[in-house]
């Protein structure tokens, strides 16, 4: 019954990792799965063990029984592009900023932005290594999509 798993991985702003699972299935809408449950407005719990375990049964049931499905990982390509590309236009801003700071006598000013842009580049950086659009067995899950233990 199921046509295609992706899986994913994103950063949020509460949770810190958030990992989902996006079933497919041959006939009715999409289900998404995902490590973190709300238990209220502001309040998460991390599922990271049970749906790591989840994923890997699901995956090891799918592989016994022959099934005809595909597995992903990472983000869609047409999304994942464009946030390559976003990052890498963050990362030439970033250094244009410092650069024109550091010769228009704006050390601090430049060094604050250089010290934001780190961070979102490094948030950003992780974001997209872990989501590059790939296929996989599903005996090979591929680790950067799954919670660690």
Known sequence: MIARIRLGFRLTNFMGRRYTAEIFPRTGARMEISSYSARGIVDNAN???????FISELHRRIAKAHGDCRFEAGMAAWRFWPSVAVTLAMAAGLVYVVVRGMFGDQIVTGLVVFAAGLLFLWQMGKT?????????SPEAIPKDVLPKI
């Open 47 to 53: 599922q990271g063990a049970a749906y790591r375990a």
């Open 128 to 136: 997209v290594l872990a989501n590059w659009p790939r296929s996989y």
